[in-house]
């Protein structure tokens, strides 16, 4: 094991074999030790109890899962740390080194290193949370507003039933060209703090900004499925009508945010294109989503990457996504459609 001392007092710590195998590994990064400002409550099975019955603690962990792009992690982390209501824990979860600098680290963050994908990355937070925490998943492109804690905290303790929740998207750069920090910042602060948070049920989270209730997850072994690779597209709703089982899902208009949809380091068309007919397919299969609901999400990416691969948009590789989608439908011909081969697409 080697430990590197920081300029800022953090340690950055690498197991022996790290290169070789970076998936059984932990870095932490302890810059200081986390300011709690009233996110605990101690909370048992039958609710609400003191600190010195013995009961678990309730913890809020952010969690970030991000490769490729430790510029963007690093930007959107001071909206973490302005929380009017602090994080327990921020877990980043990364697949190389590179992913992250801990000399730019602006809170105490558990820097988690694993196997790259989505669903591997943030199966590897779920692997170090207790059963009383509330899970904060967002992307590391996703800005929360400065009460999204808070929210999140008022919501999960007024609200037994709900196992997972999602907030509102004031702006979601992902449909088109996505916005920079200042954009995104800028529409951040035109939006106005809720009085009176709405609830309303919904099929699914959205997986820029999903919170759930830890408990049930561990207790039923929910993770996040593997086989879908890569970006994990459609992870969310796999995930989400799993955790359907065993209580609510719902929409929050108090829990805000803007999705600045960055299009730095993400899947390449061909491999997106894929995933496309390849991951509702398999999910189909296995009982996460119906028939007609997958039909209408593969026709619909179809037929705009066919309509637009003659004029595409500067920022999306249409050609590139209709390719894979044809690939796709090919392997679905012949009985070798799967999630994983999107991997091997070059």
Same mark, same amino acid.
């Given at each position: 094991?080697t430990?590197?001392?920081?300029?800022?007092?953090?340690?950055f710590v690498?197991p022996?074999g790290?290169a070789t195998?970076?998936?059984?590994?932990i870095?932490?990064?302890?810059?200081?030790?986390?300011?709690?400002?009233?996110?605990?409550c101690?909370?048992g099975r039958s609710?609400?109890?003191?600190?010195?019955?013995?009961?678990?603690?309730?913890?809020?962990?952010v969690?970030?899962?991000?490769?490729?792009?430790?510029?963007?992690v690093t930007?959107?982390?001071?909206?973490?740390a302005?929380?009017?209501?602090k994080?327990?824990?921020?877990?980043?979860?990364?697949a190389?080194?590179?992913d992250?600098?801990?000399?730019?680290?602006?809170l105490?963050?558990?820097?988690?290193v694993?196997?790259?994908?989505?669903?591997?990355?943030?199966n590897?937070?779920?692997?170090?949370?207790?059963?009383?925490d509330?899970v904060?998943?967002?992307d590391?492109?996703?800005l929360m507003?400065?009460?999204?804690?808070e929210?999140?905290?008022?919501?999960?303790?007024?609200?037994?039933?709900?196992v997972?929740?999602t907030?509102?998207?004031?702006?979601?750069?992902?449909?088109?060209?996505?916005f920079?920090f200042?954009?995104?910042?800028?529409?951040?602060?035109?939006?106005?703090v809720?009085s009176?948070?709405?609830?309303?049920?919904?099929?699914?989270c959205?997986g820029?900004?999903m919170?759930?209730?830890? %408990?049930p997850? $561990?207790?039923?072994?929910? *993770?996040?499925? !593997?086989?879908?690779?890569?970006? &994990?597209w /459609?992870?969310?709703?796999?995930?989400s009508?799993?955790?359907?089982?065993f209580?609510?899902?719902v929409?929050s208009?108090?829990l805000q945010?803007?999705?600045?949809?960055t299009?730095?380091?993400?899947?390449p068309?061909v491999?997106?294109?894929?995933?496309?007919v390849?991951?509702?397919?398999?999910l189909?299969?296995?009982?996460?989503?119906?028939?007609?609901?997958a039909?209408?999400?593969m026709?619909?990416?179809l %037929?705009?990457? $066919?309509?637009?691969s003659? *004029?595409?948009? !500067?920022?999306?590789?249409?050609? &590139?996504? /209709?390719?894979?989608?044809?690939l796709?439908?090919?392997?679905l011909?012949?009985?070798?459609?799967?999630p994983?081969?999107a991997?091997?697409l070059?």
């Amino acid at each position: 094991m080697t430990t590197q001392s920081r300029p800022n007092g953090a340690e950055f710590v690498t197991p022996r074999g790290f290169a070789t195998q970076p998936q059984d590994n932990i870095c932490r990064v302890d810059i200081s030790a986390p300011q709690k400002v009233g996110t605990e409550c101690k909370v048992g099975r039958s609710g609400v109890g003191s600190a010195d019955e013995g009961v678990e603690v309730t913890k809020l962990v952010v969690a970030i899962a991000t490769a490729g792009r430790p510029q963007i992690v690093t930007g959107m982390l001071p909206h973490v740390a302005r929380q009017t209501v602090k994080p327990d824990r921020v877990i980043i979860a990364i697949a190389e080194p590179s992913d992250v600098n801990p000399d730019d680290l602006v809170l105490p963050a558990e820097i988690v290193v694993g196997e790259r994908g989505c669903s591997r990355q943030r199966n590897a937070v779920l692997d170090r949370v207790g059963r009383d925490d509330i899970v904060i998943f967002i992307d590391d492109d996703f800005l929360m507003a400065p009460n999204f804690c808070e929210e999140v905290r008022n919501l999960f303790e007024r609200n037994p039933s709900v196992v997972m929740a999602t907030g509102h998207v004031i702006a979601d750069g992902i449909i088109g060209p996505g916005f920079g920090f200042e954009e995104a910042e800028r529409l951040l602060g035109q939006q106005q703090v809720v009085s009176q948070p709405k609830l309303r049920p919904v099929y699914n989270c959205y997986g820029c900004n999903m919170v759930l209730r830890a %408990g049930p997850a $561990l207790e039923h072994g929910v *993770r996040f499925d !593997a086989n879908l690779p890569l970006y &994990g597209w /459609l992870e969310d709703l796999d995930y989400s009508r799993q955790m359907a089982a065993f209580g609510e899902i719902v929409h929050s208009n108090a829990l805000q945010g803007v999705h600045m949809g960055t299009k730095v380091w993400r899947t390449p068309g061909v491999k997106l294109g894929y995933s496309q007919v390849a991951n509702p397919s398999y999910l189909v299969r296995k009982g996460t989503m119906s028939f007609p609901r997958a039909m209408r999400i593969m026709l619909r990416n179809l %037929g705009m990457n $066919l309509l637009r691969s003659p *004029r595409p948009e !500067a920022w999306v590789d249409r050609r &590139g996504r /209709l390719r894979g989608n044809l690939l796709a439908l090919k392997d679905l011909a012949s009985g070798r459609l799967c999630p994983q081969r999107a991997e091997k697409l070059t």
